[in-house]
C-alpha cells in the first residue's frame, strides 16, 4: 500500500465550479500536510501546507485535514482556466522525507 | 531571480553511457534533492543532501550518484543508464532539512530518455 494515495484523474469541471481534490494516507504519524500544483512542463510549486486537522485559506484555495479518517482535501472555488494544472499531495514523514501523491490532472473548461 | 536550474532540459541517451544533469540553486539553500516523475507513481526521491558534503539515499537511489562539494550545485550521476530510468527528473531546493515544511523550489526538470 502506498503511504499517499490520490487519483490521477483527469478531472474535468467547467469554469466557476467549486473544485474538490482528495488525498489518503496511511500513516497516522504524519502531521504535516502540503498542496503543490505543477503546470506543463513546470516544476511543482507549493501551493499550501496544514498542519495537523482543520481547515486553512488562501484566497479561491481551501485546505483541509480530517486526520481521524487519513483524508486531506483541497478547495478550490470559482475556478479559472488557469487553474488546469496537476494537483499534488504530500506528507512528511518523521525524518523530514516528502511523500507525494501521485498528482491529480484538473482542466477547467471555458 | 531566486530559481533552481537544471540542464540539460532534454536528453536522449543510449544504456550505458555515463550522464551528468546539473543542477543549481542561488538562494543559498543547505537543502537539496533529486526527484523523479512517472506516471501513475508521483514524485519518488532519488537522493537528497542537507549541506556540503553531506547526502543521503532516498526511496529509488538505485543506479544514481550524486555529490555535494560547493552549497550551490548537486550534480545527478548516472554511470551506467539503463531505460528503466527513462523519466523526468526534478531538482529541489529549501532553506532546511526540516523545512521540507519550508518551500521547496524546483527546477524546470530534466526529460531522460534511455534507449
Known amino acids: 500500500q502506498k503511504e499517499v494515495e490520490q487519483d490521477p484523474g483527469p478531472l474535468s469541471v467547467p469554469e466557476g465550479a467549486i473544485v474538490s481534490l482528495n488525498c489518503t494516507y496511511s500513516?497516522?504519524?504524519?502531521?504535516?500536510f502540503m498542496w503543490y500544483r505543477q503546470y506543463s512542463r513546470k516544476g511543482p510549486e507549493l501551493l499550501m501546507y496544514?498542519?495537523s486537522s482543520g481547515n486553512k485559506e488562501d484566497g479561491r484555495f481551501t485546505a483541509q485535514v480530517d486526520k481521524s479518517s487519513k483524508y486531506i482535501s483541497l478547495f478550490i472555488r470559482d475556478s479559472q482556466p488557469s487553474d488546469s494544472a496537476t494537483y499534488l499531495c504530500?506528507?512528511?514523514?518523521?525524518?523530514?522525507?516528502?511523500?507525494w501523491g501521485a498528482g491529480t490532472k484538473l482542466i477547467i473548461k471555458p | 531571480e531566486a530559481q533552481v536550474t537544471q540542464n540539460p532540459r532534454y536528453l536522449i541517451t543510449v544504456t550505458g553511457k555515463k550522464l551528468t544533469v546539473t543542477c543549481s540553486q542561488n538562494?543559498?539553500?543547505?537543502?537539496m534533492s533529486w526527484y523523479r516523475q512517472d506516471p501513475g507513481l508521483g514524485l519518488r526521491q532519488i537522493y537528497y543532501?542537507?549541506?556540503?558534503?553531506?547526502?543521503d539515499k532516498g526511496d529509488v537511489p538505485e543506479g544514481y550518484k550524486v555529490s555535494r562539494k560547493e552549497k550551490r550545485n548537486f550534480p545527478l550521476i548516472l554511470e551506467s543508464p539503463s531505460p528503466n530510468q527513462t523519466s523526468l527528473y526534478f531538482c529541489?531546493?529549501?532553506?532546511?532539512?526540516?523545512?521540507?515544511?519550508?518551500?521547496?523550489?524546483f527546477g524546470p526538470g530534466t526529460r531522460l530518455t534511455v534507449l
Open positions: 529541489a531546493s529549501s532553506s532546511s532539512e526540516k523545512g521540507s515544511t519550508d518551500t521547496q523550489y
Open positions: 538562494m543559498n539553500h543547505e537543502y
Open positions: 543532501s542537507m549541506n556540503v558534503e553531506v547526502t
Open positions: 500513516n497516522s504519524a504524519f502531521q504535516y
Open positions: 496544514t498542519y
Open positions: 504530500a506528507s512528511l514523514r518523521s525524518n523530514y522525507q516528502l511523500i
